[in-house]
């Protein structure tokens, strides 16, 4: 075995592979080079079966959980090992990129097939994980199944499985469909990672703003959804006067303002409406009802909390100023508590990306954007490396990374995995 | 034959056909008296069926146009003259009542029911009309069919066949689909009413806030649509920071709140946003684009314009406090101009309300919801009778008039008919 870091991985090889994906499975129309994978969907399936093709062929074991989490494992010296893992998703918003998650797992693709054609045998095995539904634009809830394997999610296994999507498809049976409904417990007590790294796009902008090429990312925000229901009056649109009105449109619209206006006022985080729903669907009716989601995220759970608090009295003040003829019902939906990365992961990651480029091109960074990682952080030591997005796109067509990035990001991927083994191996790192 | 006005429609009849075919063609999930009618569906052309053959069993002949509305023409003394027509409609809103349009059509069936079992032969044949999709709920375009036939809207009959419903089905296919895309043309000047009464209740709170029974409608405002698109920029719900967005959900929120801000300040009018629809459907995405549609109404054209320019102008002001970050487009959609009644019509009504409730009882009003009646207005002699809506609400389940209210606007419907057919007898009214 060679020293690890100078095994170089071949970025022509990994732009040609995810260009060419994206392109076969689940692209929009040209010119657009946006994507629509759906978890699940078809399309899905077609890139998931190509990815456990590919594995296999490098040797890898490849396990399927309850969830449809691909784990592909390649031998190490040490048998039975749990395995240093390289985990992102394939799946995309209904117009996202080909970067945000699939960089992720075509990079560590690139890195089990450098390992491969240079015949490495680390000392732990090194897994390779594709993570379903992180998106959480077809079932609702994003990261989804990497929070069912941390066990550290509020929804269960058996709840996501019970999920719908529009068409009315529950989520069990969408992964039987498929052929990934596997029989791999979908819990890390069972099937467990000794570390997990994830390479990923910031979606930001602050990489290309600061000149950085790579970012080592020590925490991700904390976040929290609530699904907001406003109820007014149904009534004519041509004979219900003005002042006779209780428009659900209209105080949903004041609402979701305030939510903008109140992040933007405290700056205390983000908070973002992105789902909305009237009752009505009728020109000449005024709506009696209408449902919105809220989104916020802030870096510390502390200001979650302040920041939803300021919402929720922005909106009382704005329901006293419709004189009450309009209500309004909070359900909390989802939410992930602000997680700490690991110092070991932050370690090997920020030392291999220093030797790449230097501390010119090196920043610590928080993620803003959840990501599976800040669940496998409940679970095992965890970080991520982050790559700069062109003009801070994401969950858009124009979302863009360069290959030149994109690469250096593969290459930082192998040396933090190398790195993590080596310490494990000399047991400056102990095992979990 | 006798002196008319001494004719009694039968109430109990009147009520009892209209609930029963409310609850068999229709109707919302029990103990709701709402209903879901839409036009040309499956309940519709029940319900078709239905009036066509009670219509012929009572010696009518039935006529079917080029979209679908039904013309039932009960002969009179003179033969070839054009109808003394009594129109409304069946169709009915997503979440709508029982009286709204379905209330004239009954009443005028009530009429040729009372005109047959006396044996009553008038001076000029006796129409009913049922107006196709006068709702505009599944086809977008309210007052639809009446509209093509007075030849005066914008909308063509190809035009309107081709429109599609939300699952893709064209208008002409839905009137073939259910047996109501007929020979006769949709046009007055080859299929001529000689006159147009219709009864629909207000749709307002006005009678009942001055206790009157009987509203002479004497105007119907004029109304303009528009359909607005905002465009922003897609972005990632977590990763961009608040003062970088350009949302074009919250940005079309504000712009609706305008709406309806305009509209109480100005007191030209009413405006309502009842359709709305976002790009995106998932929460973790900041949405590009947002459509909605502007519904204005006013006494006059002047006032609709009035509106519209201080609407559009509060809009360029928000765009501007947005940093023209976000933007939007209009397209005028419809419209209607004001219509003014015609005095012929509007005196046999009057007339006769007042000789049945008299003077207390009985009101002239402006119609602040459009009717086919405007546009029948443009090819004959038209008017129309209100009768009080329960707390003014209408396009809603909880819609309704009493049985006594709808037994004395069928009477006066009766009444005015006969009184009409008098003076075109005695000579005092020209035939058009």
Known sequence: MGTSLELKINAQRLNDTLQSTCTSWGALVAPSTGMCRL????????VRDWLVAECKSLGCEVKIDQIGNIFAIRQGAVKDAKPIAMGSHMDTQPAGGRYDGILGVQSALEVL???HENNITTHYPIALVNWTNEEGARFPGAMMASGVWSTHSSTSLESCWDLQDKEGIRMKQALEDIGYLGETKADYRENGLECHFELHIEQGPLLEREGKSVGIVTSVQGMKWFAVRVEGVEGHAGATQMPSRSDAIVTASRLITAVRDTALKTELGVATVGVIKSDTSSQATISAGFDFIIDVRCTTDDMVDQLVTAIFKAFDNIIAEENNETSYIIQRTW??????????CIDACRATALKAVGEEQVMDMKSRAGHDTAWTSRACPSSMIFVPSKDGLSHNPNEYTSPEHCALGAQVLLDAVLYYDQKLRSGEYQSG
Chains 1, 2 share one sequence.
């Not at 978890?39 to 077609?46: F, H, M, V, Y």
């Open 113 to 115: 097939r450098t390992l």
């Open 335 to 344: 939410g992930m508590p602000q997680s700490i990365f690991h110092p070991w």
């Open 39 to 46: 978890t699940l969907s078809q399309e899905d399936k077609e």
